[in-house]
């Protein structure tokens, strides 16, 4: 369900259901986020390519660890060592390695802040998760 007014709160569920509502009116807060950059973590992101936020939240993920492209348990050697070190990333550099906190706080994640799937607001996908993006989407 998509929603374009005002601000947006943005919720995701299995079996690919993503709800995009009116945050101002459900919540009383201002959502910094525009809508473009909430379809493109919740639809391309999670529905579209399966990637988890990369923060921490409460609650756990229905789904194992080892399903997450862009999660690890490991913070030695995480399933995207192909890509540790210096990455270009949108115009500019960023260091890929693990950074504690991605879904839950004992999970890793690829880069401090730098993704759509931490903080949505300007950022692009990490080079983690455009690639799974290209993967993905590269079947079709």
């Given at each position: ?15 690919g259901v993503c ?122």
């Open positions: 369900v998509l929603v374009n007014a005002g601000q947006y709160a943005a919720m995701y569920w299995d079996y709800v995009i509502a009116d945050f101002d009116r459900i919540t009383g807060v201002t959502n910094p986020l525009t809508f473009e950059d909430i379809v493109c973590h919740e639809l391309l992101g999670h529905t579209v390519s399966g990637l988890w936020d990369e923060y921490v939240y409460n609650g756990k993920p229905n789904v194992p660890v080892s399903r997450s492209p862009n999660c690890d348990q490991s913070g030695q050697g995480p399933k995207w060592y192909d890509l540790v070190g210096w990455q270009s990333h949108n115009w500019s550099w960023v260091y890929v390695g693990a950074y504690q906190g991605c879904a839950m706080s004992s999970y890793f994640r690829p880069t401090e802040q730098h993704c759509k799937m931490n903080t949505s607001a300007g950022n692009p996908f990490c080079p983690v998760c455009r690639r799974q993006i290209i993967r993905v989407l590269a079947q079709y």
